[in-house]
Each structure stands twice: as structure tokens, then as C-alpha cells.
């Protein structure tokens, strides 16, 4: 019987196993690689190139000949030459013509070229632009991510002063039992307590809603059971005081969208070639080889061995075509490129400064969040040494409640500042390091 009931409950286990996220402990890059495998725009984006691809492929194949074979049936009653010796007669006869050709463009192999040269530029966009989608979902999902941790934190400063406001109220309330302390005190602490309480349930919703936000981003339903690492913020004590090393121009030069603007603008200047290209004469080869059997009733026919050996027949011919006049349709399209291409470069102009407006204000705003961290750590340091000597001061009845009311209040907002200060920090170095990634 116990046997039996293990077995059952082992069976319900691998049956109705838990949720997915409630299973593991999320870590950064883990959100990252699944935001980006279920991301709708990335998915598009690979779509695209794989159209691009068979792009490509189908130009190739146009420097290949055409082969085409043909084959007929065909029945003659009445007076018609006759295939045995070539005279009127008044016959009925059947006749099976058969033939092979095999078409080979020469001079339009130019325009081939460049078509091929073009859609392997478009290639080069396509794949640009789908690291472009790959580059902003993860710069959303890390923003999302070191946004969830610092509400975290903010849920941990909160809940720590509410532990600290209890323990305050009980020692206030055992010092006015002894005469040290007033009923003013005690309400003191007592509606700060409730203060703090109101800040904690805050904070949790703050916490809640920014789960679901980063779940959002992630293509994830919300999930009560969402676990994540919360490590993640070591990173920024262990960077240290010295800056990651950067290059400015190489992230203006090879971000995403500047390489897709370069990519799409060859190519068009490709079509322009071809376009140009048009203007020269077309020249085809043609080797074919025909072949007809026949048969005349009510005379000697030879077999079809012997007549598919002696009716055959090759065909060598060269087709030129010289265009003259289009209708002025072939200027109309090169006026109609050449402004699309200007167009282009001044969209790419445009591009390009924003790019790098970003990238600069990036690299300055990180420079600035590293010495506001380093910073906050000093203060945050000296605050709780002097929260420390306050709390002995009103013990002693050296200082008043609210002079140790703002102590701790300061101390709180150093914690707090401390905090955001890591998180934008962070952020930062990861945002740098998302750019340096994509634009190597």
C-alpha cells in the first residue's frame, strides 16, 4: 500500500509539475537570452535576413543558362510534303519534333553582377538591423532588470527601518517607564512607525510593479513565483574606481543602425550601376539541338534508331539587342535613384549624430553616476556613525526625539541614495557594455 501511494505521488509530481519560473532563479543574462528568442521585432528581423538569403541566392542563380526541352506531337491528313522523300503527296502521317536549347546570357551578365552586389548588401543591412533588435530588447530588459533590484532594495531599507522603529518604540516605552522619556516621545515614535510602515507597503507595489514590467518586456505572463538573482549588483563594488575603457568613435561607427544605413545606401548605389548598366546592349547565346520522327502510312518507314540518328540537327546563334529609345524610362529611374541615394546620406548624416549624442551623453552620464556612487558610499559611512552617537546621546539625555528622529531619517535617505546611486551606476557599466558588445 505504501508502495503504491509513492508511486502515486510521484506520478502527480512529474504529471503536474510547477511553473517554469517558479523553478529556477532568474539571472540577468537568463532574461536577456529569453527576451531576445521570444521577442516578436527579433523575430522579424530574422525573417528578413532569411528573405535576404534567398535574395541573394535567386540573383546567383541568374548567371546560370536556361535549358529548356520541348517535344510535340503532330498528325497531317491530306496533301502535305512528305518527310520520306520530301514531295507533295496526298498522305496521312504523324510527326514527333523534340528539342533542347540551352539560352546564355553574356553581356547581361554585368547586370547581374551588380543585382548580386546589391542583394548582398541588403544582406548586410538585414543582419544590422536584426542586431539592432537584438541590442534594444536587451537594453530594455537590463534597465527593467536593475530597476527590479533596486525596488528590492528599497523594500529591504524599508522593512530594516520598521524592524528598527519597533525596537526603538519598545526601548522608548521601557525608558518612560523609568521617568527617561515622555509621552511625547513615545507618540513620536509611534507615528513615525506608521510613517515607515506606509513607505514599506509603497515600496512592495513599487516592487510589484516593476516584476511585471520586466515580465513584460521579457514576452512572460506574470508570474507570483518569479525568482531572480539578485548578485548582480556586486558587479558594481567590483568594478572599482577606474572607468571601463571606451572608444567613442568605434561606437558611433559600427553601431547597428549607422552599419544598416551604410549597408542599405551601397546598395542602392548598386541599383544605380545597374540602372546605368541598362543603357548597354543585351547579348545572348543560343546552342539548341532539334530533332523529328515521323511516320507516313502506307509507306516504307525507317526505324526510329536510324531516324532520330539522321533528322538531327544543332543550332549555334547569337541574339544582340541595342536599346535606342526607352521613352526616356531609363533616366527617369536613375533622376529617381540618385535622389533616393541623397536622401539616404543625409538620413544617414542624421543618424550617425544621434547615435553618437547618445553614446557621448552615455559615456558622460556613467562617469558621473561612478563619482555620485563613490560618493554616496562616503556619506552614507559617516551618516551611520553619527546615527550611532545620536541614539547613545538620547539615551544618555543628551538629545532629543527629534533630533534623533532627523538623524535616522538622514540616515535612511543616505541608505536610499546609496542605493539609487548603485543602480544607476550600473546600469550605466551595463549599458557601455551592451554597446561595446553590438558595436565591435
Given at each position: 500500500?505504501?508502495?503504491?501511494?509513492?508511486?502515486?505521488?510521484?506520478?502527480?509530481?512529474?504529471?503536474?509539475?510547477?511553473?517554469?519560473?517558479?523553478?529556477?532563479?532568474?539571472?540577468?543574462?537568463?532574461?536577456?537570452?529569453?527576451?531576445?528568442?521570444?521577442?516578436?521585432?527579433?523575430?522579424?528581423?530574422?525573417?528578413?535576413?532569411?528573405?535576404?538569403?534567398?535574395?541573394?541566392?535567386?540573383?546567383?542563380?541568374?548567371?546560370?543558362?536556361?535549358?529548356?526541352?520541348?517535344?510535340?506531337?503532330?498528325?497531317?491528313?491530306?496533301?502535305?510534303?512528305?518527310?520520306?522523300?520530301?514531295?507533295?503527296?496526298?498522305?496521312?502521317?504523324?510527326?514527333?519534333?523534340?528539342?533542347?536549347?540551352?539560352?546564355?546570357?553574356?553581356?547581361?551578365?554585368?547586370?547581374?553582377?551588380?543585382?548580386?552586389?546589391?542583394?548582398?548588401?541588403?544582406?548586410?543591412?538585414?543582419?544590422?538591423?536584426?542586431?539592432?533588435?537584438?541590442?534594444?530588447?536587451?537594453?530594455?530588459?537590463?534597465?527593467?532588470?536593475?530597476?527590479?533590484?533596486?525596488?528590492?532594495?528599497?523594500?529591504?531599507?524599508?522593512?530594516?527601518?520598521?524592524?528598527?522603529?519597533?525596537?526603538?518604540?519598545?526601548?522608548?516605552?521601557?525608558?518612560?517607564?523609568?521617568?527617561?522619556?515622555?509621552?511625547?516621545?513615545?507618540?513620536e515614535i509611534q507615528a513615525?512607525?506608521?510613517?515607515?510602515?506606509?513607505?514599506l507597503i509603497r515600496s512592495k507595489s513599487d516592487l510589484l510593479v516593476s516584476k511585471l514590467s520586466l515580465l513584460q518586456v521579457m514576452g512572460m505572463d506574470y508570474d507570483v513565483d518569479f525568482r531572480y538573482e539578485r548578485n548582480v549588483g556586486e558587479m558594481a563594488d567590483a568594478m572599482g574606481d577606474d572607468m571601463p575603457s571606451c572608444v567613442f568613435e568605434d561606437f558611433v561607427s559600427r553601431h547597428p543602425s549607422i552599419l544598416h544605413g551604410t549597408f542599405l545606401l551601397s546598395a542602392y548605389d548598386e541599383q544605380l550601376k545597374r540602372l546605368k548598366i541598362g543603357k548597354l546592349p543585351k547579348l545572348d547565346m543560343v546552342l539548341a539541338y532539334y530533332n523529328s520522327l515521323y511516320y507516313v502510312k502506307g509507306f516504307d518507314n525507317r526505324p526510329l534508331g536510324e531516324q532520330f540518328v539522321n533528322n538531327g540537327s544543332f543550332y549555334l546563334g547569337f541574339n544582340l539587342s541595342v536599346p535606342l529609345f526607352d521613352g526616356l524610362a531609363n533616366r527617369n529611374s536613375r533622376k529617381k535613384k540618385e535622389i533616393e541615394i541623397k536622401g539616404m546620406q543625409l538620413q544617414l548624416e542624421k543618424t550617425s549624430k544621434e547615435v553618437g549624442a547618445v553614446v557621448q551623453r552615455l559615456m558622460l552620464e556613467a562617469t558621473a553616476a561612478h563619482e555620485l556612487y563613490r560618493y554616496a558610499q562616503m556619506a552614507q559611512k559617516d551618516i551611520e556613525v553619527l546615527d550611532a552617537k545620536m541614539l547613545v546621546r538620547y539615551e544618555n539625555g543628551k538629545a532629543t526625539v527629534f533630533e534623533l528622529n532627523q538623524t535616522r531619517i538622514n540616515y535612511l535617505k543616505a541608505v536610499c541614495n546609496t542605493s539609487q546611486a548603485k543602480s544607476q551606476y550600473l546600469l550605466k557599466l551595463k549599458q557601455l557594455e551592451i554597446f561595446k558588445k553590438y558595436c565591435e
Open positions: 500500500m505504501k508502495v503504491k501511494l509513492c508511486f502515486l505521488i510521484l506520478l502527480a509530481m512529474v504529471t503536474f509539475p510547477s511553473s517554469v519560473t517558479g523553478q529556477r532563479s532568474w539571472s540577468l543574462s537568463d532574461c536577456v537570452s529569453y527576451a531576445i528568442e521570444h521577442n516578436v521585432d527579433v523575430k522579424m528581423r530574422e525573417n528578413d535576413v532569411d528573405l535576404q538569403r534567398n535574395s541573394v541566392a535567386s540573383v546567383r542563380s541568374q548567371f546560370l543558362p536556361a535549358v529548356t526541352a520541348d517535344v510535340s506531337q503532330q498528325w497531317t491528313v491530306g496533301r502535305s510534303v512528305s518527310p520520306i522523300d520530301n514531295t507533295y503527296q496526298t498522305t496521312s502521317n504523324s510527326s514527333t519534333p523534340i528539342g533542347v536549347a540551352l539560352n546564355q546570357p553574356i553581356l547581361a551578365a554585368f547586370g547581374v553582377a551588380r543585382d548580386l552586389a546589391a542583394s548582398k548588401y541588403g544582406l548586410s543591412a538585414s543582419v544590422a538591423q536584426l542586431q539592432l533588435a537584438k541590442m534594444e530588447t536587451e537594453l530594455a530588459v537590463t534597465a527593467a532588470y536593475l530597476q527590479l533590484l533596486y525596488c528590492e532594495d528599497v523594500v529591504d531599507v524599508n522593512r530594516y527601518q520598521v524592524d528598527r522603529d519597533s525596537l526603538l518604540k519598545q526601548r522608548i516605552e521601557a525608558m518612560r517607564s523609568i521617568g527617561k522619556a515622555t509621552v511625547g516621545d513615545v507618540c513615525q512607525l506608521s510613517n515607515d510602515m506606509t513607505e
